[in-house]
């Protein structure tokens, strides 16, 4: 088992600047490769980003190319998301997520592991 924990989110500003963590436990997190996903009220969940477990190699939707980067620190056990220049459309719950391969996918049915979630609401 692996457990997930997310971290970090809150109220921004538009333009503004957060920084999201999942801390894991359990099993070995650099055999998992990470990604984190997004669920906006009333949408479906979305992927966001994923990285590789161990080449750092990155993945990102469209909608936050530019503004957010994924990284991971396996020496820590922890997945970031730093999330730039944010906008009201970027309000949505936050969830990590742990792949068992060696590098993600943007699909959510493809990971094994899930955190709790933690909400990021930007105001404009």
């Known amino acids: 088992q692996v457990q997930l924990v997310e971290s970090g989110g809150g109220l921004a500003q538009a333009g503004g600047s957060l920084r999201l963590s999942c801390a894991s436990s359990?099993?070995?997190?650099?055999?998992?490769?990470m990604g984190w996903f997004r669920q906006a009220p009333g949408k479906e969940r979305e992927f966001v980003a994923h990285i590789s477990r161990s080449t750092g190699i990155t993945y990102y939707a469209d909608s936050i190319k530019g503004r957010f980067t994924i990284s991971r620190d396996n020496a820590k056990n922890t997945v970031y998301l730093q999330m730039n220049s944010l906008k009201p459309e970027d309000t949505a719950v936050y969830y990590c997520?742990?792949?068992?391969?060696?590098?993600?996918?943007?699909?959510?049915?493809?990971?094994?592991?899930w955190g709790q979630g933690t909400q990021v609401t930007v105001s404009s």
């Open positions: 359990g099993r070995t997190f650099s055999n998992y490769a």
């Open positions: 997520a742990a792949r068992y391969s060696s590098i993600g996918s943007i699909r959510s049915s493809e990971y094994n592991y």
